[in-house]
């Protein structure tokens, strides 16, 4: 009779051993958990960091692995300060190297002044984050989207959301021009200070802005160590640059480098669409005349193309030399120069 449970006596016996397995493997997980934790203070000491974690507990059995905090501060030698509230962060057990972090208590940061600027903080309602690792513990691509944000500065701004991201390059950077990993910066719902001249809007929509480091650049810039990584080929690409402000779409893309004064140079194309925006613009202050502005709205409908989304865009070849921001014919800006020391 016995013989006739045997299979079945043999599958619940392999189910308690994987169970009984994976109980010992989430258990060590988390005890190596604890142990990083219970060391992570002292670890930073050791780079002169002062970091606190408030009553951190390891939890989530048996599904995740999760790390609670009830707050987080970390001040560094120069000031600068960063502190949050309760906060999560926390894998599927069978995944733990692609991490999440989560709080809705407001954050802080304060950073330090330099002989470059001045002092300056900011805060955020929320925070969401994600960090996948490789197989070597080095992240391959981190992300946090920040809500309520507010920037006090000489130009106090607010943002609804900021959205930033690093994604590591395909292979390891060798070569003295190699990519060094992407940023990715998002901003909605920007509030601009002060007056804007209308018909422009005292609120950014969006702005959307890629850029990679071709060649390793300094941990701290300088004279000596921007020098070696121009003098090495190293430059700035920017895949991507998006602008939606008041009815207008501008999109660009451009390479820089350093020039002869240690100065930002490139190239690059922009396509805007909705440049009545402008013209109008320059009639309210009256740069332009009524009659001026049509023309220049008719000139702008010739020399434009129709996008395949069924934008009428102008392209317009961005230039940046001596200092000097060009678009097209057109000198727009005077850049400042960049005090590296």
């Known amino acids: 009779m016995l013989s006739r449970y045997r299979p079945l006596f043999l599958a619940l016996s392999v189910m308690i051993l994987l169970l009984l397995a994976y109980t010992a493997y989430w258990a060590a997980a988390a005890w190596r958990l604890s142990k990083a934790l219970a060391e992570a203070s002292g670890k930073a000491a050791e780079k002169n960091v002062e970091l606190t974690l408030d009553h951190p507990a390891v939890a989530g059995f048996p599904l995740r692995l999760t790390v609670n905090l009830s707050g987080l501060r970390a001040q560094w030698p120069s000031g600068t300060l960063v502190e949050a509230g309760p906060l999560t962060l926390s894998a599927w057990a069978w995944s733990p190297l692609d991490i999440t972090l989560e709080t809705v208590a407001p954050l802080r940061l304060d950073l330090a002044g330099s002989a470059r600027h001045a002092p300056a903080s900011g805060t955020a309602t929320g925070l969401t984050g994600r960090a996948e690792l490789g197989l070597d513990g080095k992240p391959r691509l981190v992300s946090a989207t920040l809500t309520g944000v507010r920037a006090q500065t000489d130009a106090p701004l607010a943002a609804a959301e900021v959205v930033v991201s690093w994604t590591a390059p395909a292979q390891a950077p060798e070569g003295p021009t190699d990519p060094q990993g992407r940023i990715d910066l998002l901003v909605r719902d920007l509030d601009l200070p002060g007056a804007v001249p209308p018909p422009l809007k005292p609120r950014i929509d969006q702005l959307a802005l890629s850029y990679e480091a071709r060649g390793p650049l300094p941990a701290k810039p300088s004279v000596e160590g921007m ?26 893309n451009a390479t820089l480098a350093l020039d002869g004064a240690m100065q930002p140079a490139g190239k690059g194309t922009a396509e805007l669409s909705g440049a009545e925006t402008l013209i109008d613009m320059l009639v309210e202050n009256g740069s332009l005349r009524p009659e001026q502005a049509e023309g220049a709205k008719a000139g702008m409908t010739m020399l434009g193309r129709r996008t395949d989304d069924g934008r009428s865009v102008l392209s317009v070849p961005i230039l940046l030399k001596n200092s000097q921001l060009f678009l097209g014919p057109l000198h727009v800006a005077t850049l400042p120069p960049i005090p590296w020391n």
């Open 227 to 252: 020098t070696a990584w121009r003098d090495g080929g190293g430059t700035l690409e920017i895949p991507g640059a998006r602008l939606l402000w008041s009815g207008m779409d501008l999109r660009a």
